[in-house]
């Protein structure tokens, strides 16, 4: 008799037997905090601005300074961008939760784009200009690149002010040229660029979102003041308006009075006709009376 063949299960998929966001640190106490400010202030720009106009705010996700698991080969391994965007994930881990880091086997999407600021001690890896040693983590051009295969890699310096965008085209990474900006980006729905103005009472060139046709993509704050803006010229407006009412009002009461005093005058100049009338009637009587013919005074 034929022994029984052994039945063998499927094995489960890595999403059910790996680490998940709540099992894998958040935050490496032997990493230094943000540099100094512009590595707070400038990803909080790019976070508050990343609104893709074709997809819906629920499947628009953006992080700043967050733990990027990427390989399930190494599941403890990580990159922590400066700040980068999905399209297409729920904003909401599993739509429910805040998400501690993004594990990439755990969401539905990579990264679309991601922007690295430019720091004295991390240039090189920034640009690709470094190699990973045999059983160490990749780099991050490695990672971006050939791991995660984010569409779009921006590195911006605050000391130059100058910005380098990588799109991937078969698999490498191609530097975009700066035909004016903004840089479009038509996978996210938006376009990247740089502006001249104040955010959080700082003038300076800063790195941010546009739309697709160029237009700033604007803070709460920013559609704060252009509402408050427009209100404010609309008031004017509505008091010139009154201004110009009040004035043609005046106008014509000012030509009824003239209207008025105009009609008095002919009723007084008739008066003094009629009265002059009488004056020389009474006085052609009166000469009659003394046998004088008024019609024969020169």
Do not use: C
Request: proline content about 9%.
């Amino acid at each position: 008799m034929t022994p029984p063949i052994p039945q063998t299960q499927t094995p489960p998929p890595p999403r059910d037997t790996l680490p998940t966001m709540y099992d894998l640190p958040s935050e490496n106490p032997e990493e230094p905090g943000l540099p100094d400010e512009f590595h707070f202030l400038q990803p909080l720009l790019l976070y508050l601005t990343f609104q893709p106009l074709n997809w819906s705010k629920e499947l628009v996700y953006s992080a700043v300074d967050m733990n990027l698991y990427y390989t399930l080969e190494n599941p403890q391994w990580y990159k922590r961008p400066d700040w980068f965007g999905v399209v297409g994930v729920p904003n909401l881990y599993q739509e429910k939760d805040l998400r501690l880091s993004y594990v990439t086997w755990q969401e539905a999407a990579n990264p679309s784009v991601v922007v690295e600021l430019l720091s004295p001690g991390t240039e090189k890896e920034d640009f690709g200009e470094t190699t990973s040693l045999p059983g160490q983590p990749p780099t991050k051009w490695e990672v971006y690149e050939q791991i995660l295969k984010i569409p779009y890699y921006v590195i911006f310096s605050r000391y130059s002010n100058e910005v380098k965008v990588f799109h991937l085209v078969e698999g490498k990474y191609q530097e975009m040229e700066a035909k004016g900006e903004p840089w479009l980006m038509p996978e996210v729905g938006l376009s990247l660029g740089l502006w001249q103005g104040e955010f959080e009472e700082k003038e300076r060139l800063w790195l941010r979102w546009f739309s697709l046709d160029g237009e700033l993509i604007p803070i709460a704050q920013e559609e704060v003041e252009v509402a408050q803006q427009e209100a404010l010229e609309a008031n004017q407006r509505a008091d010139s308006a009154e201004q110009r009412a009040d004035s043609a009002e005046q106008r014509a009461d000012s030509a009824q009075q003239e209207a008025v005093e105009a009609n008095q005058r002919a009723d007084s100049a008739q008066q003094e006709v009629v009265e002059a009338n009488q004056r020389a009637a009474a006085l052609a009587e009166k000469l009659k009376e003394l046998g004088i013919n008024p019609d024969e005074i020169g």
